[in-house]
């Protein structure tokens, strides 16, 4: 999970808390990096799946998701951003 800024933090601390307690593995990165230095760090650890929470996504209850495989994959709700994890564990295949 990357917050752009400070202010999204809140938010991305229970869309972690929402995920941690379905059984997903999540961190949140708040070290108030760049968001490009972020995403290269994440890209650089082989995280497979990050989140963006930008001020729009705040406003929209969304996240703006991005594979190591596919890149930038388009924003998703919470709730869909779920049921694509379950989809690619019960078919071992990568989002």
């Known amino acids: 999970m990357l917050p ?3 202010a999204q933090i809140e ?8 995920l941690k307690q379905a059984g997903y593995r999540v961190e949140i ?4 990096e760049r968001l490009g230095k972020q995403i290269r760090n994440a890209e650089l650890e082989k995280i497979p799946v990050v ?4 001020k729009k996504e705040v406003e929209t209850q969304t996240l703006s998701i991005r594979t190591r495989q596919q890149g930038d994959i388009g924003t998703m709700t919470l709730t869909e ?3 694509s994890f379950k989809s690619a564990i019960t078919n071992k295949a990568n989002i």
Do not use: P
């Not at 938010?11 to 929402?18: D, F, S, W």
């Not at 990165?29 to 108030?32: A, P, R, V």
């Not at 989140?51 to 930008?54: F, K, N, P, T």
């Open 29 to 32: 990165d708040c070290t108030g």
């Open 81 to 83: 951003l779920k049921e």
């Open 11 to 18: 938010y991305g601390e229970t869309v972690v808390a929402t």
């Open 4 to 6: 752009v800024s400070e």
């Open 51 to 54: 989140a963006i929470v930008g």
